[in-house]
């Protein structure tokens, strides 16, 4: 389940956790108004790269082969 950050007016910053499909918080539990922030997300690809590394069913190492045709 996602964790949403909101701004209180009142209280400041807090987090809820919340499903995708529910609607955004209006109010804080204090009744201020709060509004939904857009924070960075911690996900970050680093390396070589997952896709190369095996996802793609392919080689590994990511290179293309090319077909030659004999004469």
Known sequence: MPRYE??????????VNQRISDPALTHHTCGAPAERLISQ?????????WYSDGYSGSKASG?????????
């Open 41 to 49: 997300n911690a996900f970050s690809l680093k390396g070589s790269g």
């Open 63 to 71: 290179s293309v082969t090319k077909s030659t045709s004999s004469d």
């Open 6 to 15: 909101y701004q209180c007016q009142k209280c400041g910053t807090f987090e």
